[in-house]
């Protein structure tokens, strides 16, 4: 068997790009067999090039595996680094979002079962409640303290996420609300406690510990449901408490816009510490 | 103050609760290694988050790098000359080191994918865990750890980087590595290192700063420092009972601090030696 090796002179075409395709496959599939070849071509190769390649190939190797929200919103419009800063909450995570999901189409079934839509409207103010306590909640900034000291981490960051999880949460929370019996201009009766609870949870962020918080105003907008039926006297069910009627709901916007004041207020999120 | 001065602080106070954790500090960091040297309590984790912008003040004033953290737009840019290393990273351990040291990258700006990713590559290398930086933090030992640590504070190479006991759990030769690391990259860089490690502190630091109880018990160099212990510091065959601390040497005779008796062995006292008679003779002053 004749060896054929590639002509020095060809070697060099191909190490400055000057051949055809054809030629460069032959003498690639040579080159990958023949050490003797690969040094000769060595010698010959731009130093640049091969060092921008191998970098081409690091970084790809190098790439860190993007989850599904950071890609979805990489989609919608934000910049890379930005996507996978806002992403990285847990309550923007598929399995996050999925579990909210459940919990919303098991209420609407109960309601359609029942054919009234009083669980939904008192329970779907704390789903948005949950994610935005999940967002601010110090443990869960992935990089804990080493985060805290970064120029990006601050009010802008968290609170985009907060924005995030509240637009996830309504949108899964709208579509089931479309889902429930009879549908009339109450079934949006949630919206208004939802923003009230969320936005008060952000307000109090570091001047009380979120979670306990969260868990605080949750309990306490049950009770205070739960209150006003007692207070009604029997024969009137949740659905016509007058949280769900005008009244309720006044008080109720009243509450979300003074919290939402309180939160565009603050400058200092981002010494908020962490583990708080 | 002259141009080489990095952080002023004056009558730096913080409280927790009932407990007063620093009070009323005064120090000045010039370009440079420090170490910062105290018991636990002594309010050094607390000194350095407030240097690290990660927890306001109570009272007092504090300029680092020429802007107030207390501002906004002075925090934003005292972050962006910043690398700090806290004592408990809290990092989710699922993470490779790579991931997130490129994470904390794009925290600090760095956005643009290539450089941002050749920076990442070369300070893990600086550190010396090339070879494992896409294993997951949780698979790396804790010493890798607190290398991974490490190195995102040193990316985009900070004007003043803080360690808060960056030796904790690293074996002999790891800390002879990041001494030499802190050599390599701590030109023109003010660096404060809070640590128990007095060897450390003799090794690489040209100042000390001795802090018990929220105050600065001791300022100035490491040898001034184990000169306040010149004289009292003995070796004999056995246990001396009227010495404040003694323990066995390697050598198999006792190393006693305290007032010497008459005609004993007096030996050149070293930084952990004089470290010791100042918070024993602290503590002491405090039962009496």
Redesign the interface.
């Known amino acids: 068997m004749t060896t054929w090796h590639a002509p020095p002179e060809t070697l060099q075409r191909y190490a400055a790009g000057a051949v055809d395709d054809i030629t460069a496959c032959s003498i690639e599939a040579h080159l990958e067999r023949c050490a003797a070849c690969r040094a000769a071509i060595a010698a010959s190769a731009d130093p640049l090039l091969v060092e921008a390649i191998w ?1 081409g190939v ?2 790809r190797v ?1 790439q ?2 993007t989850h599904l929200t950071e890609r979805i919103l990489h989609w919608v419009g934000f ?3 930005t996507a ?2 806002v992403a ?1 909450t847990p309550a923007l995570r598929l399995a996050w979002l999925a579990a909210v999901a459940l919990v919303v189409g098991l209420v609407v079934l109960a309601c359609q079962e029942t054919r009234s839509d009083a669980m939904f409207l008192s329970i779907a103010p704390l789903l948005p409640l949950a994610g935005v306590a999940a967002a601010f909640a110090p ?1 869960t900034e ?12 601050g009010f802008g960051l968290v609170l985009r996420r907060a924005e995030l999880v509240l637009a996830t949460s309504f949108a899964i929370l709208l579509v089931g609300a479309l889902a429930l019996p009879g549908l009339q201009a109450r079934d949006a009766a949630w919206v208004l406690p939802a923003l009230a609870l969320s936005c008060t949870t952000v307000a109090l962020a570091g001047r009380a510990p979120v979670v306990p918080m969260a868990a605080a105003l949750g309990g306490a907008w049950l009770i205070g449901l739960s209150v006003l039926m007692l207070v009604d006297g029997p024969g009137s069910g949740l659905a016509e408490s007058v949280a769900f009627a005008a009244t309720g709901q006044i008080v109720l916007g009243l509450a979300a816009a003074a919290a939402l004041g309180a939160v565009l207020v603050r ?2 999120f ?2 908020i ?3 708080a | 103050m002259n141009s080489s001065t990095s952080v002023v602080a004056t009558g730096l106070t913080k409280r927790f609760g009932a407990t007063l954790a620093l009070d009323g500090i005064d120090l000045e960091l010039h370009r440079g290694v420090t170490g910062l040297l105290g018991p636990n309590g002594a309010g050094k984790t607390t000194l350095l988050r407030i240097l690290a912008t990660v927890l306001a003040r109570d009272a007092g004033e504090v300029r680092l790098l020429g802007a107030d953290p207390r501002d906004g737009s002075g925090r934003l840019e005292i972050r962006r000359r910043l690398g700090y290393v806290p004592q408990e990273p809290g990092f989710h351990a699922s993470f490779s080191a790579f991931d997130f040291v490129d994470y904390v990258a794009i925290l600090k700006e760095m956005a643009d994918r290539r450089s941002r990713h050749e920076e990442v590559r070369r300070v893990l290398s600086l550190v010396g865990l090339e070879a494992v930086m896409h294993k997951r933090i949780r698979q790396l030992s804790g010493g890798m750890r607190r290398r991974v640590g490490i190195a995102q504070a040193l990316l985009g190479s900070p004007e003043l980087l803080l360690f808060d006991e960056p030796t904790a759990g690293l074996d002999p030769e790891q800390r002879l590595r990041f001494r030499e690391l802190l050599g390599a990259s701590a030109d023109g860089c003010t660096t404060l290192i809070s640590t128990h490690q007095t060897d450390d502190v003799a090794a690489l630091c040209q100042r000390v700063i001795v802090l018990l109880d929220g105050s600065v018990r001791f300022d100035g160099t490491p040898r001034a420092l184990a000169e306040t212990a010149t004289g009292r510091v003995w070796l004999s065959s056995e246990r001396d009972p009227s010495a404040r601390l003694a323990w066995i040497t390697a050598e198999g005779r006792v190393r006693h601090i305290g007032e010497p008796p008459a005609g004993v062995d007096l030996v050149e006292p070293t930084v952990e030696d004089a470290y010791l008679l100042l918070t024993g003779a602290i503590a002491d002053s405090q039962a009496a």
């Open positions: 970098e690091a970084d190098d860190p595996r910049e890379a680094g996978r800063l990285a443990g992935p990089a804990g303290e080493i985060g805290s000291a970064t120029p990006l981490f400058s200092d981002d010494l510490e962490p583990g």
